[in-house]
């Protein structure tokens, strides 16, 4: 019975140790329930972060190294001091918030990622302000944070600085994370920024608050909700969570394979609707000349990425066009008059452009 009861021992101390060496990394999806976050162009924040998080989660629990904790899971009201706790008491290596940024003009785009500072300086303070101000959403929120006043840029500056290893440790991860977005997604950079965010503060390890994009910008806000973009998104902040681990910690777990994908996002914008029938579809032929201010276009997609203009690359059609626009590239399959445009959306349709459309002249 002795050796029995030894054997158990030494087995559930020899488990308690491959645990304890396990990496432990909080996953935290911004905002949700009650607090929807930002909500633009038919996009909802707390449900994209969410969809980020759980996929950047089913990444990294398929290694045996990492232990994953979730702020949480389902789309329920998280206080920000609960969201810490959580990291606090699960003592957490690192924590990683997931969120998407806002402005009043929809021209910004962009990916960013906050880390803890004092910095109070122009539009980076107001999305401090943003994220921040869910605590005003709280039962008695005055006394659990000890009169930290969201709206009130006085307040933010009680807010300490990490300690200067963790800090450091941070803003290492958060550049990490910002090349991923530039060189392997091709977003616009907004680079790494040191905001007073309550979260941060209050958390105790490494920790980055990560603004995946401008849902105010139509075009980045349809990448955003695209299963492509999730996707995207995740892997990228799985391979920066690992690398970071394997580099803190000298290990060197395999990264994730990337598999990276362009979603073909097509732009809604008022569509002239056709009556030509696509399965009696002849060959278009030449268009007449017509003047400038009479030239209807055929509009077949968009993209956050430009894309070499042959025929190869959009089902066999030829004389393509594009145009460069904020945060990506329309792409048109001829011109003309509407009648002779309408022909060209049945022949686009028929090579797979199902949403192709005719847009007006200006």
């Not at 303070?125 to 039962?139: G, H, Q, R």
């Not at 278009?284 to 000349?289: F, N, T």
Request: include cysteine; charge should be neutral.
């Amino acid at each position: 019975m002795k050796k029995i009861l030894v054997a158990i021992f030494i087995c559930l101390s020899v488990f308690s140790i491959a645990q304890e060496k396990k990496f432990k990394v909080v996953l935290d999806a911004g905002h949700g329930g009650k607090d929807p976050g930002a909500a633009k162009n038919g996009c909802i924040e707390k449900l994209i972060a969410l969809d980020v998080v759980l996929r950047i989660g089913k990444i990294l629990e398929t290694y045996p190294d990492f232990n994953i904790k979730y702020t949480r899971s389902t789309d329920v009201f998280i206080p920000l001091k609960d969201r810490a706790k959580i990291a606090n008491d699960f003592e957490a290596d690192l924590f990683v918030s997931v969120h998407c940024n806002s402005s009043v003009s929809p021209k910004p785009y962009g990916a960013m990622t906050l880390v803890m500072g004092l910095s109070r300086a122009g539009m980076n303070f107001e999305i401090a302000k943003a994220e921040n101000a869910v605590i005003s959403l709280e039962d008695n929120f005055k006394e659990k944070y000890e009169g930290f006043d969201p709206n009130n840029p006085n307040t933010q500056i009680g807010l300490r600085i990490m300690q200067e290893e963790t800090l450091m440790q941070s803003i290492n991860f958060a550049s990490s994370v910002q090349s991923y977005f530039k060189n392997s997604l091709n977003r616009k950079d907004l680079g790494m920024h040191q905001q007073p965010l309550w979260v941060l503060d209050a958390t105790v390890m490494p920790g980055v608050l990560i603004e995946l994009g401008f849902l105010s910008n139509v075009q980045e806000s349809k990448y955003m909700k695209s299963e492509e973009g999730k996707s995207n998104y995740s892997q990228i902040i799985a391979r920066a969570i690992i690398e970071y681990k394997n580099n803190l910690k000298g290990t060197n777990t395999p990264p994730n394979v990337l598999q990276i994908k362009e979603p073909l996002i097509i732009e809604e914008i008022p569509v002239i609707e056709t009556d030509v029938d696509s399965s009696s579809l002849v060959d278009v032929g030449p268009e007449p000349i017509l003047a400038a201010d009479s030239v209807y276009k055929v509009q077949i997609s968009f993209s956050t990425k430009k894309i070499d203009l042959i025929p190869e690359n959009f089902n066999g059609l030829t004389n393509i066009t594009v145009v460069e626009v904020d945060g990506g590239y329309k792409y048109f399959y001829g011109q003309g008059s509407l009648e002779f445009c309408k022909k060209l959306v049945a022949e686009a349709k028929l090579k797979g452009f199902k949403s192709a459309f005719i847009v007006a002249p200006n």
